[in-house]
């Protein structure tokens, strides 16, 4: 029976049998059907959207052209009041128009062209109009273009051009996806995510002694609160907080690096960083007992700071920038450190050469006992990019150029930069090609690289203006087949940051060339910064190459790099891991905050431009030179850690050091560490050679001038001022 409520259903009714005329004639009207329809065609691709957007001007600065592009409704571009103005759009690479939309606010335009382009100079009129509507606009363009241009001739309104949206659609062929998930090494906790302890011991396990391995991690820790913790940090691991300020993301607990794996000698704790965190640390005091390549940037210690390993053994750091340490800074047994734009509670100790620029309660100029070099601001600086999180999505803030700077840029405020959605970054992962990289690139997508280890086969090429290279958890590009690993044009604005360029066994003429040979282009209004980028040759395995770091384009900023060719390790030998040359800067007005180069079989440093500047420098020859005669320099005995061409006419440079560990012939001497035209220009303030334990000697500081070391006692030899 049927349910209560429900009737039955009605018998089926009987289906007529077709007659074969009517089959027939189904068919035929079937195929007439499928002959007359046009073919399906795949809908116009969004092609502008996140790509990157210039205009002739803009109203405020919250009114920027990528505001345009950025898909947000609620978000604008707006100009100037005034006739004619322009915003355009690179697609990355030409492809085939169909149409645009624009979605107008108000201020619109009564008159205006479309126009497009394929090199952003030569532009044509693909659209016109002189009573344009304003409100929502879809207008059919054709034509294949990269660049894509709205050019405003008559304003409707009184104020300036002002579009919430400006988006081009079409064909654009096999386009690279911007953004996406930050694959299995990148380990992302939130305050309620179970399992970060457990986490970042496991990883540590692995990472503790791993000193040439493969493994590559990043923690990124949400804003809020996280208790209890003791984050380890070992070799290629970086821990990050994921808000704009470090007060964001508190660690109530420490983040940890000693030298239990090495018996207590922290010298070789390499190749790590901890970044935008407030750490309240569980005695008062947190640990950060690191060498070369360790970065420690915009956090905020509640507390003290411990720069030594437990024991107080052999360290030989390090860094620190953008960096709030509420109580003291115990450097201990720190051979040389370098602390830049922060604001410390104290400073105790120094060994060789402890070096402060704008950092509010450093110690008072005070070389050679203590050996503290002190400048009150820092000339220039931009902060390194990092990875945030924001209304439920990554963006990358690129914070703003300072001059002069002294402090942090956050604990008085917001720090000022830009936000760039993570849309408009391609995310590498292992196994990516060099091919693919420079499609991103073309298209105008900025790089994020993911933990891991990326051998190329051809240079990575950054020719866009503004282009970010960001890695996470020191990842590492080796090149292959002798090839430079990356190579940035003469523009402006670039951001290299945060990974690892290791040498390949086929010797490469370079590892990284910031602009052309013969670059002329004047960046001083937004420079090109490189920032803990570091270099290695050998070590991991045999690996050579001419020069490690080329700078050419003018105004360029290194801010903290290790240049290494390996002493230790895999791959290790004078001719073996050969690289004659460090750093050569060929660029003007090159500032350089934190320079660490080792080892290379000639120079370490050259600097042929004019008007450099080095704030800090640490340098130890190479251990492994067979003989005298194999570090001559023509009439010089050895070759100087740093030396400046004698072209140059203005040059200066503050608390830099030299070491020399001759282990296979003690009996090598250097002339000296430093060697400089004699000019009124050229000035040193805090020189310093060492020779460890009687591992061969230096006759002079700089040119002539400084006492020779002598004997066992490694004792160093200084000079205040040159000349």
Sequence with gaps: MPAVGTRPAPPPRPRPRATAAVLVTALLAGLLALVAAPPATAAPALLSQGRPATASSQENGGTPAGAAVDGDPGTRWSSAFAD??????????PASLSRVDL??????????????????????????????????ESLPVTGTARYVRVYGTQRATGWGYSLWEFQVYGDGGTTLPGGGDLGPNVHVFDPSTPGLQATL????????????GSGRHAFLLKPGAYNGLNAQIGFYTQIAGLGLRPDDTTVNGDVTVDAGWFDGNATQNFWRGAEGLALNPVNGTDRWAVAQASSFRRMHVKGGLNLAPSGYGWASGGYIADSKIDGQVGNYSQQQWYTRDSSIGGWSNSVWNQVFSGTEGAPAQAFPEPKYTTLDTTPISRE???????????????????????????ANGT????????????????GTTAATVNQALDQGLHLLFTPGVYHVDRTITVNRPGTIVLGLGLATIVPDNGVTAMRVADVDGVR?????IDAGQVASPSLLEVGPQNASADHAADPTTVQDVYFRVGGAGPGKATVALAVNNDDTIVDHTWVWRADHGEGVGWETNRADYGVRVYGDDVLATGLFVEHFNKYDVEWFGERGRTIFFQNEKAYDAPNQAAVQDGPHKGYAAYRVDDSVTTHEGWGLGS???YNVDPTIRQDHGFRAPVRPGVRFHDLLVVSLGGNGQYEHVINDTGAP???TATVPSTVVAYP
Excluded: H, M
């Excluded at 606010?105 to 509507?133: C, F, H, M």
């Excluded at 720090?415 to 292992?430: A, D, M, N, T, W």
């Design 496 to 500: 290299l940051a945060g990974f690892l």
């Design 103 to 136: 979605r107008w606010e108000t201020a619109s335009a009564k008159a205006y062209r479309i126009e497009l382009s394929g090199n952003g100079a030569d532009w044509t009129t693909a659209y016109s109009t002189a009573n344009g509507p304003g409100g929502n």
């Design 709 to 711: 070391t002598s004997g």
């Design 415 to 430: 720090p000022q930069g830009e936000k760039i959605p993570l849309s408009r970054f391609y995310v590498v992962k292992p």
């Design 384 to 410: 390194k990019p990092y990875l945030i999180w924001e209304d439920g999505q990554y963006k990358v803030f690129s914070p703003a150029k300072r001059t002069n700077a002294r402090g942090t840029t956050w």
């Design 84 to 93: 004619p103005q322009w915003i355009q759009v690179d697609l990355g690479a």
């Design 659 to 661: 070491y020399c560990y």
């Design 201 to 212: 011991d496991e990883v540590f396990q692995q990472q503790e002694s791993a000193q040439f």
